[in-house]
C-alpha cells in the first residue's frame, strides 16, 4: 500500500510529541524512520497504529484519509505492527499465537490447528520466516520470536509492516536474517516502516531515510549518505546548554567498576565487561541509547540487581553485590531511573521523601523513634534551598509537577554527605528550567571536590555534564572520550559504530 | 480508577460539603449497609411477608403492609440502638428518679467491653494492611492468645499486680507464636500469606478444642469444652465493680494503650516508618535500603501480637474462660477486624470509630435478638455490606451522586499469587 | 526490554535451592516419622488386612476379592524409608521438575502407612480391617466437592481474577440447594439453584473488581465471612422454624449397571450420585474447552497477557466477566453436592473447603486434570482426619483435624515459585 502521513502533530499538554509530521511510504519500500531516544517516533508509531488518535494531521492509504478508532481497525486495514515489546503470550506455541483473535474453526469451535499450521507454513516458505509452529514461545531465542510477531501480522494480511526498533534485542546474526527478511519482504511488494538509531542496519537495508528529531521531520537522506551525515542529522549541531563548570581539577580515584558483568532479568547479560574509574572533582557521564545495559549497570551498583562477576569499588571499599542498606551507608548518592517506582513513595509527604534512605539514626531518629523537628527542620531548610515548590512540606509528593518531585530526590541525595553520586537519567521528562536547575546542582557538587557518574541518553546533557565521557553499546563501553569530541562521533559510538576515536 | 464526577446540578454546599472527607463516604455506607439489612429483615420475616402478600385484598392494604414493614424493621433497628447506646426512656427516667442508672449505661458499657478488643485485633490488622500484607489469620492468632493467656491466668497463681501483666503478655505471646507461621513461611519460602493464614486458623480451632478437652486445661469436673476459670487476679476487671452490673472495664484501658502505640508506633518510630513505605512502594523501600524479609517477619509478629492481645483481653473482660466456640466462626473477632481495619481506613483513628461503630452493631445486634428473635447474625451482615460499600467508594459515589469526595488509599495494592 | 511484561515487585523469593532443601527436609521428617511411629510402633506380630469389599451390599458384586493382609511393622518400615529415600534424593540431586509430584507420593504414602498402622491387629483399633473401597468411596464426597471448587479456581483464574470467594459460593450452594431440594425434591433444580446463586456471587466478586479494580482478595474475602453470617442468620429464620425446608437430602447414588460391579474400583467411579458423574463430566468439559476450543485460547491469552489480547480485537474484560461468573456457578454447584452428601445444610460445615480446593488447584497446576489429582490427596486427608477416630488412634481427634490443613499448607509453601500462575492472574487490567 502507499501510506501518506500529512502534518501529524499529538501534543500532551504542553508537550509536542510529534509536531506536524508528514512522511510518504511508497508499496515495496523499506523506509527508515531515525531517531534518538524521545524523538517521537513510538508516539507516531502508536498514531498510525490506532493507539492514539493525531491533533491534527490526516492519514492516507492508497490516497484514501483514513481514521482508526483502534488498534484491531488499523490491522484490518492491513496496518502491521511488530511492536518493540512482543505482544506475545510466552507460554503459548507459535501457532496459537500467530491465530490468536482471527482463529480458524472446526465443529465445536474448536481451533482448527492443522489449517492454522499450514497456514502458517505457508506464509513462512513465501517470505523465508522458518519457525516450528509447534514451538512454545518463551523458549525461542528473541530473534525468532520476533519472526512470530513477523508471521502474525503478516497472515492477517499486513500490506504495510512497522518494526519498532527490532534489532534492539537480536544478536548480530539475528540483525543479518531480519534484513534478508526485510529485503524479501519488500520484493514481495510488502512497504516496510522500519524505526531505528543503529546507522549500520539504516544503511545495510532501507531505501528512503527520514530523520526526526524533537518531534519534527528534520531532513531525509539516502542509504548511499555517510553515516557522519547520518549521526549529524540525528543528533543535531546545537552547541550544548552553557553550565559553568570551574577548572577541571580531578583528585584521586574514587569510583571503580572493574569488569563487571550483569545479567538482566531475562538472564541475559546485559552488562558485558565493563569498566571504568571517575576521580574525585570529576564528572563521568555515560551516554548511549537506552537499552544497551545502563539501567542494569545502576541498578547493580545501587545494590538492586545482583553482580555475576567483576567489582565495583567505592573509595577502595568493595561493594560489589552488598544490600542497598550498605552501598548508601558507604556514602552513595542515588538518583534512580525510574523515580517514581524507585526514588519516591508517592502517598507520602516531601518531608518524609526527603530522608527516605537516610539512616535511621540521629539526626533523624533517636532510639527508635523519628525526631519530627529535625525532620521538618531538614525539610524546610531543603525545599529553600533546592527550590522545591510546593505548599508545605507536608504535602503529597505525589502532587508536585515530574520536576519537583525529581528536585525532592536531588535534595535529599545531595544534602547527605556523599562519597560518590550516581545518577540515572536525571532530566528525564523535565521542563527546561527544571533540566538548568538539576544540572547545576550536579556542577555544584562536582565543583566542591566530589565524583558521580550520571548516565544520560540525552546528549545535550552529556556534554553539558561530562567531564570524561563513556558510551555503552551493548553492554560494552564503546569508548572514553573527552568532551571536545564532536557529536557526531559520539553518535557513531552510540550507534555501534568505533571509528578508533577513543582516548582518555 | 477514574473519579465519577457529576457537574452542574449539585453545586455549591452540597458538593463542598460532600467533598470533604472520606468520612462522607463512610456515612453513607453506613446508610446502604443499613438498607441492605432491612431488605433482609423484610424478606424474612413472615408477618411483614404475609402483609405484602396481601397487598391487593383492599384498599387500605398496601399502607398496611408498609407500616407492618416499618414496625418490624423500625423494631429491630430501635433495639440495635437502644441495647448498644442508650434507651432515651430508660435515661430519662434516671434523670427524673436519680435510679436505674445502671440500666441506663448498660448498652454503652456493653458496647465498650466488645470494643475494647475488637479494637485491639482492628489495629493489628491495619498495621498489616498498611504494610502491604493481608492477615487474614488474626482469628486464629487471637484464639491462641486466649488459649496462652488463660492457661497463664489459671494454672499459675500470683498477686494481680504480676499476674494481670503476665496473663496479658501471654496473649501476645501466643499471637506471636501464630503470627509466625505465615510470616516466617512468606520470608523464606515465599507462600502467600492468605491461603496460609486461612488454613493456619482452622489448625488453631483444633487446637482450641484439643486444649479445652483433652489437657489438664479443661475445666475440673467438666465434662463440656470448657476451660478453667482465671484466677481473679488475672481478670480485667469492671470499672464499676461488679455490683454495679456494668462490664466496662480495665480492657478499654489496655485498647486506650494499644491505640497509643500504634499512633506512634505508625506516626513516630522508624521501624513504623519502614512498614508504611514497605506498604506504599515495595520497589522504592528496598532501594531506600529496608530489608523486606525482616520487615515481613516483624509486621507478622506485631500483627499477631495484637490479635493475641485481643484474644485474652475478650476472655479476661467477659467470660473469664474459653470455651470450644470461643471467637470461632465466621464473625469471629479476627474477620470482624478486617472489616473494622478497612473501614478505618487502616488508621489508628479511623478504626477507634470503626471499632465503636461494629461493636455497637454486634451488641446491638444480640439485643435485637433477644428482643424481636431476628439472629444476630444479620449484625455481621450489615458489616459486611458496609464494609463492601466503603471497598468500592466510587460506586456509593455513584449512587448518591456525590463530587469527587478524596478516598484514601483504601484499594491495596492488587496482587495475585506468590510474588 | 522484556517479553514478559507484567509488573514486578522487588522478588522476595529465595533462591530455589532453599526451597528445594526445605520440601526434601519435610520429606525425610515425614519418612522418619514414619518409620518410628508406624513401623517401629507397631508390634513385631501386627499385621494389617487391607479388605476391598464395597460395605454397600446391595450391589454386592459376583466376585469376592479376598483380604490382602500385609506386615504392618515391615510394610511400615518400608514406607518410611522410600520416603526418606525420596527426600534424601530431592536434596542432592534438586531436580527441577517434579519435587512436588514426589511430595504428593510421599503424602500419599503417609496417608497408607497411618491407615496400616492405625488399623492393625493387635491394637487399640475396634475396627481390625481396613477396607479400602468404603475409603476411597467415602472420601470422594470430600474429593467431589474439591474437584468442584478447583474447577471453579482454574475457570476464574485463567482468565487473570483471584476468586477467595469459592468457600463462600459453597455455603450459598448449598443452603439453596437444601432448600430447593427439600420442596421440589429434585436434585436438579437444587443444582441450577446453586448454580444461579454461585453464578451471583461472582458477578458481584466480578464486578467489584473489574469495574471498580478493588482488591480482588479482600473483597473476596469479605464476601464470605458475608455469605457465612447471612446463612447463619437464613438458618435460624428459616430452616429452624421450618425444618422442612432442610431434611432428607442425601442423593441418592445412581449406579452404572455393568461397570460398577468391577472389582475395588468399580463402586468408587461407578455408584456414585449424580453430582459425582456431573464432576467428572464438568473435568472432560473443561479441559476440552480451555484448551482445545476457541474461547479457551481467548481466555488463557486474557489471563497470560492481556494486552497481547486486547490489541487483537478480544474484548478483556468481557471475557473476564463471563469466566469469573461460569466459575462462581460452578462452586454454587459443588456446594448443593456437598449438601446432597451430608444430607442437609448446617451453618459453617463447609470449614475451609472452599480454600483447600485453591491449594488444589495451584497444586494441579491450575489444569482441570491435575486439579483432580490434587483433589484426590486432599480429599483422602480430609476424609481419614474423620475416620481416624473409630480406630482409636491414640492421638487426639483435633490434632487429626489439622493434618488435612496442615498438608495444604506445606502444598502451598513448598510449591511458590515452581508453579507459575496464569501471568497476569490478579493483577487489575488497565486498558488505556
Known amino acids: 500500500m502507499r501510506l501518506e502521513l500529512r502534518g501529524i502533530t499529538k501534543r500532551f499538554g504542553t508537550f509536542t510529541a510529534n509536531d506536524q509530521i508528514s512522511i510518504t511510504v511508497e508499496p515495496g519500500e523499506i523506509h527508515c524512520l531515525l531517531g534518538e531516544n524521545g524523538a517521537g517516533k513510538s508516539t507516531l508509531m502508536n498514531v498510525l497504529f490506532g493507539l492514539l488518535h493525531p491533533d491534527e494531521g490526516e492519514i492516507l492509504i492508497d490516497g484514501v484519509a483514513t481514521k482508526f478508532s483502534n488498534s484491531g481497525e488499523a490491522v484490518r486495514r492491513g496496518i502491521g505492527m511488530v511492536h518493540q515489546h512482543f505482544m506475545l503470550v510466552p507460554v503459548f506455541s507459535v501457532a496459537e499465537n500467530v491465530v490468536l483473535g482471527f482463529e480458524p474453526t472446526k465443529s465445536l469451535n474448536r481451533v482448527d490447528y492443522k489449517k492454522a499450521t499450514d497456514d502458517i507454513r505457508r506464509i513462512s516458505k513465501e517470505f523465508n520466516l522458518e519457525v516450528n509452529p509447534d514451538a512454545i514461545v518463551e523458549n525461542l531465542p528473541v530473534g525468532l520470536q520476533q519472526r512470530v510477531e513477523i508471521l502474525k501480522a503478516l497472515s492477517h494480511d499486513a500490506e504495510l509492516l512497522i518494526l519498532d526498533e527490532p534489532t534492539a534485542v537480536l544478536t548480530p546474526q539475528e540483525i543479518d536474517a531480519l534484513m534478508a527478511i526485510m529485503r524479501s519482504l519488500a520484493e514481495a511488494g510488502k512497504s516496510i516502516l ?311 | 480508577m477514574s473519579e465519577v464526577v457529576t457537574t452542574g446540578h449539585r453545586a455549591s454546599l452540597w458538593a463542598r460539603w460532600t467533598s470533604k472527607s472520606p468520612i462522607v463516604v463512610t456515612f453513607f455506607a453506613l446508610i446502604l449497609g443499613l438498607l441492605v439489612g432491612a431488605i433482609i429483615i423484610i424478606t424474612t420475616t413472615p408477618a411483614v411477608l404475609d402483609a405484602w402478600r396481601a397487598m391487593f385484598h383492599s384498599w387500605g392494604a398496601p399502607g398496611h403492609a408498609l407500616k407492618v414493614t416499618f414496625d418490624n424493621v423500625g423494631a429491630a433497628y430501635r433495639t440495635m440502638f437502644t441495647g448498644s447506646v442508650i434507651n432515651p426512656s430508660s435515661f430519662g427516667h434516671s434523670l427524673t428518679t436519680g435510679k436505674g442508672w445502671s440500666n441506663t449505661f448498660t448498652p454503652i458499657s456493653e458496647t465498650l467491653t466488645y470494643a475494647a478488643p475488637l479494637l485491639i485485633a482492628s489495629i493489628g490488622v491495619g498495621i498489616a494492611f498498611q504494610t502491604g500484607i493481608f492477615n487474614i489469620g488474626a482469628n486464629g492468632q487471637a484464639v491462641l492468645g486466649g488459649i496462652a493467656g488463660a492457661v497463664v491466668g489459671s494454672m499459675l497463681h500470683m498477686p494481680t499486680v504480676l499476674h494481670l501483666p503476665l496473663t496479658l503478655l501471654a496473649g501476645i505471646a501466643g499471637g506471636m507464636l501464630a503470627g509466625s507461621v505465615p510470616g516466617l513461611l512468606k520470608a523464606f519460602t515465599g507462600a502467600h500469606e492468605v491461603i496460609v493464614t486461612i488454613m493456619w486458623n482452622y489448625v488453631m480451632y483444633a487446637f482450641l478444642l484439643f486444649v479445652v478437652l483433652s489437657t489438664p486445661f479443661q475445666q475440673p469436673g467438666q465434662q463440656n469444652d470448657i476451660s478453667r476459670t482465671m484466677d481473679p487476679s488475672a481478670q480485667l476487671a469492671p470499672l464499676f465493680g461488679t455490683s454495679s452490673g456494668l462490664r466496662v472495664n480495665y480492657g478499654i484501658f489496655v485498647a486506650i494503650a494499644v491505640v497509643a502505640f500504634a499512633w506512634w508506633f505508625l506516626e513516630r518510630s522508624s521501624l513504623g516508618f519502614d512498614f508504611r513505605v514497605t506498604g506504599a512502594n515495595p520497589s522504592a523501600a528496598k532501594a531506600s535500603g529496608i530489608n523486606s524479609r525482616v520487615v515481613l517477619i516483624l509486621v507478622f509478629l506485631v500483627s499477631g501480637g495484637l490479635a493475641g492481645l485481643a484474644g485474652i483481653v475478650q476472655a479476661a473482660s467477659t467470660t473469664h474462660f474459653i470455651d470450644g466456640g470461643f471467637l470461632i466462626g465466621n464473625a469471629g473477632i479476627g474477620f470482624t477486624a478486617i472489616t473494622v481495619a478497612l473501614l478505618g481506613r487502616n488508621k489508628p483513628i479511623g478504626i477507634v470509630w470503626a471499632s465503636l461503630l461494629f461493636a455497637a452493631l454486634g451488641v446491638g445486634g444480640r439485643a435485637m435478638q433477644a428482643s424481636t428473635g431476628i439472629p444476630l447474625d444479620l449484625a455481621a451482615v450489615i458489616q459486611s455490606a458496609i464494609v463492601l460499600f466503603v471497598a468500592t467508594p466510587v460506586l456509593v459515589k455513584e449512587l448518591f451522586r456525590l463530587r469527587a469526595a478524596p478516598t484514601s488509599s483504601l484499594q491495596l495494592a492488587a496482587k495475585g499469587w506468590g510474588s | 526490554m522484556t517479553l514478559l ?428
Open chain 1, 194 to 504: 522500519f524505526i531505528t538509531h543503529k546507522l549500520k542496519e539504516v544503511k545495510a537495508v532501507s531505501d528512503v531515510i527520514t530523520i526526526i528529531r524533537q518531534g519534527k521531520v528534520v531532513g531525509t537522506a539516502q542509504p548511499t549518505d555517510s553515516e557522519s551525515q547520518l549521526a549529524s542529522l540525528m543528533v543535531g549541531r546545537d552547541v550544548a546548554l552553557t553550565v559553568e563548570k570551574s577548572a577541571f581539577t580531578p583528585g584521586g580515584e574514587v569510583f571503580e567498576i572493574r569488569d563487571l558483568v550483569v545479567r538482566d532479568d531475562r538472564g541475559l547479560v546485559a552488562v558485558n565487561g565493563v569498566s571504568l574509574e571517575v576521580r574525585a572533582g570529576e564528572i563521568m557521564a555515560l551516554a548511549g541509547v537506552q537499552g544497551n545495559g545502563q539501567t542494569e549497570l545502576v541498578e547493580a551498583i545501587a545494590g538492586m540487581r545482583p553482580v555475576e562477576s567483576g567489582s565495583i569499588m567505592l573509595n577502595g571499599r568493595d561493594i560489589t553485590n552488598a544490600s542497598p542498606r550498605a552501598v548508601l551507608d558507604a556514602g552513595l548518592g542515588h538518583i534512580p531511573e525510574d523515580r517514581q517506582r524507585d526514588g519516591l513513595v508517592m502517598s507520602m509527604s516531601v518531608a518524609d521523601n526527603l530522608v527516605l534512605n537516610t539512616p535511621r539514626r540521629a539526626p533523624f531518629a533517636r532510639r527508635g523513634s523519628r525526631n519530627l523537628g529535625a525532620i521538618n527542620d531538614n525539610a524546610e531548610r531543603l525545599v529553600k534551598d533546592f527550590d522545591i515548590r510546593t505548599t508545605s512540606t507536608q504535602e503529597l509528593v505525589s502532587s508536585l509537577s515530574g520536576g519537583n518531585q525529581q528536585k525532592v530526590i536531588v535534595a535529599r541525595e545531595l544534602s547527605r554527605p556523599l562519597e560518590f553520586l550516581v545518577a540515572s537519567q536525571p532530566t528525564r521528562g523535565l521542563d527546561v528550567g527544571s533540566i538548568e536547575y538539576v544540572h547545576r546542582q550536579m556542577v555544584d557538587h562536582r565543583n566542591a571536590g566530589n565524583g558521580a557518574l550520571i548516565v544520560s541518553s540525552e546528549l545535550d546533557e552529556v556534554f553539558a555534564l561530562g567531564d570524561r565521557i563513556a558510551v555503552m553499546y551493548a553492554g560494552k563501553i564503546s569508548g572514553i572520550v573527552d568532551p571536545s569530541t564532536s557529536r557526531e562521533a559520539i553518535g557513531l559510538l552510540m550507534t555501534g559504530t568505533s571509528d578508533g576515536v577513543t582516548h582518555e
Open chain 3, 5 to 432: 511484561s507484567t509488573a514486578k515487585e522487588p522478588a522476595l523469593t529465595p533462591a530455589p535451592n532453599r526451597r528445594t532443601r526445605f520440601i526434601a527436609i519435610t520429606m525425610g521428617i515425614i519418612g522418619l516419622f514414619s518409620v518410628l511411629v508406624f513401623g517401629l510402633g507397631s508390634v513385631a506380630g501386627a499385621h494389617s488386612s487391607l479388605t476391598f469389599n464395597p460395605v454397600n451390599l446391595s450391589s454386592s458384586a459376583p466376585w469376592h476379592v479376598g483380604t490382602l493382609t500385609l506386615a504392618t511393622r515391615w510394610t511400615n518400615i518400608g514406607l518410611g524409608i522410600v520416603m526418606v529415600a525420596l527426600g534424601v534424593e530431592v536434596f542432592i540431586r534438586r531436580p527441577s521438575r517434579g519435587v512436588m509430584a514426589r511430595f504428593g507420593g510421599v503424602a500419599i504414602m503417609f496417608l497408607i502407612a497411618l491407615l496400616l498402622w492405625a488399623g492393625r491387629t493387635p491394637g487399640p483399633s475396634q475396627v481390625s480391617f481396613v477396607n479400602v473401597t468404603a475409603i476411597l468411596i467415602g472420601s470422594s464426597a470430600v474429593t467431589m466437592v474439591l474437584v468442584f471448587g478447583s474447577l471453579s479456581g482454574v475457570m476464574c483464574e485463567r482468565s487473570g481474577v483471584v476468586n477467595i470467594a469459592i468457600e463462600g459460593q459453597f455455603i450459598g450452594g448449598a443452603f439453596i440447594g437444601s432448600m430447593i431440594a427439600s420442596t421440589t425434591h429434585s436434585f436438579v433444580y437444587a443444582a441450577v439453584g446453586g448454580a444461579v446463586i454461585g453464578g451471583l456471587l461472582g458477578l458481584l466478586l466480578a464486578f467489584l473488581a473489574l469495574r471498580y479494580q478493588s482488591d480482588q482478595i479482600i473483597v473476596g474475602v469479605v464476601l464470605v465471612t458475608m455469605i457465612g453470617s447471612l446463612s447463619s442468620y437464613l438458618n435460624l429464620q428459616v430452616f429452624t422454624p421450618f425444618p422442612q425446608f432442610n431434611t432428607g437430602n442425601l442423593a441418592p447414588n445412581l449406579a452404572i449397571p455393568l461397570l460398577s460391579k468391577i472389582p475395588i474400583v468399580g463402586p468408587v467411579f461407578f455408584n456414585q450420585s449424580g453430582f459425582f458423574y456431573l464432576m467428572l463430566v464438568l473435568v472432560g468439559v473443561i479441559s476440552f474447552a480451555l484448551f482445545k476450543t476457541r474461547y479457551g485460547l481467548h481466555v488463557r491469552a486474557v489471563g497470560e497477557h492481556p494486552q497481547a489480547a486486547a490489541t487483537v480485537g478480544i474484548n478483556v474484560v468481557r471475557v473476564r466477566y463471563i469466566n469469573v461468573v461460569l466459575g462462581g456457578a460452578i462452586a454454587g454447584i459443588g456446594g448443593v453436592a456437598f449438601m446432597a452428601s451430608q444430607g442437609q445444610f448446617q451453618p459453617g460445615y463447609t470449614s475451609g473447603l472452599g480454600y483447600i480446593a485453591l491449594a488444589a488447584m495451584i497444586f494441579g497446576r491450575w489444569r482441570p486434570s491435575g486439579a483432580v489429582v490434587a483433589s484426590v490427596i486432599f480429599g483422602l486427608s480430609v476424609y481419614l482426619s474423620y475416620i481416624l477416630v473409630s480406630y482409636q488412634v491414640p492421638v487426639s481427634i483435633y490434632i487429626l483435624q489439622m493434618i488435612p490443613y496442615f498438608i495444604t499448607i506445606a502444598v502451598v509453601a513448598g510449591l511458590i515459585g515452581r508453579v507459575r500462575p496464569p501471568a497476569a492472574d490478579g493483577l487489575p487490567y488497565r486498558h488505556d
